[in-house]
């Protein structure tokens, strides 16, 4: 399997390349030059297997045997082994034919851990091989810092730097970040929003030349195609316990930086029969607007409960758009310029393929705590904030409630007190293993919106 860029205008990459790089040199995202696809019968026979041996069977394809058979199974095996959970994604019932995905019981309770705990395998593996270092520079909006913390930091061959908006993640969120000890690991926090940080980190990818010699940036964001790649596993699992693939399912997911539900985009072309895809918005819902009118253009941001998916622009949307525009680099790369000067729209013919694929919502502030206090009262499950937004959305949308539903739980609620609160609920319990956070000490650094600040910090910090 090899990997082209969204823009058309680089060459072919490898699996490792693709590993080891953050966006495209032409500014584009890799993404597979084409896809496997599975018959229902070939995916039906995948119903005994256990998580990490799914994984393995739809991921070893995306790896192309660069990396040995023996060594990519044993990354994924101690990644889900990290889990709490014996099935790694349990399916718990919301009631009826619905249902939800609990991906938050990886060590830092959230789904990024599903990428991350193996992303930062992938890596230590790879640079082990090629003896090299690198640096991981990454943006976050509270759940990628310490996924990618926690998945990276016991390679001795990556420092780490991780970007997080100063006092606009949750405290649970920020203390993850900050109280993970190590030489190698940098918490900055950055005075202005997830986007201002997402542009540092994107600007700092276009110059690498403020890095020491002999190194490069590598990225753990979504824009990261191995995050991708095994967030497709997890529909696959899901699909199969509630009578796929012989029968439809559909799927509502919260959705902030698009890289979600991009997977499960991935999973329906890869054969899965999907029924409905539903974006989950909060306020910030550009792409609510451009999946239900055609809108595509920024607004301002909202700080919401769902600080998780509180992001302007949704980078992974570029990798659907490259598909909506047939795979036309050029054309895409005319539109996205386009992008931030002006209210962007497609053409009807590509909006009726966008409704065909998509449904939407957006779910505001009190529908939220509305819901998770609902749900609570209901069946005695506690929603985190981006949870009861993709419930919501799911209950908005769905069009056929003969066909199983399945919302994917992105967050344990223990990381968000402030929502839960508002809700008028108790907060949970945080998991033993980090019962004592709120006594660790905290490590991070202050700076302004700025790329030299950030670059600077990044140039004197890296280890010699
Ligand atoms: C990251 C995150 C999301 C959004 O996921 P994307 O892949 O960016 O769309 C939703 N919920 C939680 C809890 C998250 O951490």
């Given amino acids: 399997m090899k990997y082209i860029s969204t823009r058309g205008n680089c060459p072919e990459q490898s699996f490792e390349q693709v590993l080891l790089a953050g966006m495209a040199p032409d500014g584009g995202l890799y993404v597979p030059a084409n896809l496997p696809h599975y018959s229902v019968e070939e995916i039906n ?77 992938l890596l230590d593996y790879v640079l082990k091989e090629n003896d090299q270092r ?32 100063h006092n606009r993640v949750s405290e649970v969120q920020r203390r993850q970040m900050t109280t993970v000890m190590g030489d190698n690991v940098f918490n900055l926090a950055v005075e202005g929003n997830f986007d201002d940080c997402q542009s540092i980190v994107k600007a700092a990818f276009a110059d690498q030349s403020f890095l020491p010699e002999d190194r490069q940036l590598v990225a753990v964001n979504s824009i990261n195609w191995a995050r991708i790649m095994m967030q497709i596993v997890y529909y696959f699992s899901a699909a199969l316990k509630v009578g796929g693939p012989e029968n439809e399912v559909s799927f509502s997911v919260p959705t902030g930086n698009f890289g979600d539900i991009f997977a499960g985009y991935l999973a329906k072309k890869m054969g899965l029969p999907i029924s409905q895809l539903i974006v989950a918005t909060n306020k910030n819902d550009i792409l609510h607007r451009f999946i239900s009118r055609n809108d595509y253009s920024a607004t301002n941001l909202s700080h919401t409960y769902s600080p998780s998916m509180d992001i302007l622009v949704s980078s992974n949307f570029e990798r659907y758009l490259f ?43 009190d529908q939220t705590c509305a819901v998770i206090a609902q749900v609570k009262q209901d069946i005695g499950k506690l929603l985190d904030p981006h949870s009861a937004v993709g419930v919501k959305a799911a209950r908005d949308c769905n069009n056929n409630p003969d066909i199983p539903m399945i919302t994917l739980a992105t967050a344990h609620p223990a990381k968000f007190s402030d929502a ?29 919106n700025s790329l030299s600040e950030v670059t600077e910090f990044v140039a004197s910090h890296a280890r010699k």
């Fill in 45 to 121: 026979s995948w119903k005994s297997l256990n998580y990490a041996e799914l994984a393995m069977k739809i991921v070893a394809p995306f790896v192309n045997g660069e990396i040995p058979d023996a060594e990519l199974q044993r990354i994924i095996e101690e990644s889900y082994s990290e889990f709490d959970h014996d099935e790694v994604a349990p399916l718990s019932s919301l009631g009826g034919n619905d249902y939800l995905l609990e991906l938050y019981h990886g060590p830092t309770l959230a789904f990024k851990d599903f990428a991350l705990q193996v992303l930062g395998r």
């Fill in 323 to 365: 598909d909506l525009f047939a795979r036309d680099g050029e054309a895409l790369t005319e539109f996205m310029s386009r992008f931030g000067k002006e209210a962007l729209s497609v053409t009807n013919k590509q909006f009726s393929e966008v409704q065909s694929c998509f449904s939407s919502a957006s779910v505001d502030d």
């Fill in 134 to 165: 690198v640096v991981i520079l990454g943006a976050t909006s509270g759940d990628t810092g310490s996924a990618a913390l926690e998945g990276c930091r016991h390679s001795d061959h990556v420092d780490i730097f991780i970007l997080h908006p």
């Fill in 420 to 448: 839960i609160a508002a809700a008028g609920l108790e907060t949970p319990e945080l998991p033993p293993h980090l019962q004592d956070l709120f006594q660790r000490e905290e490590h991070y650094s202050v700076v302004n």
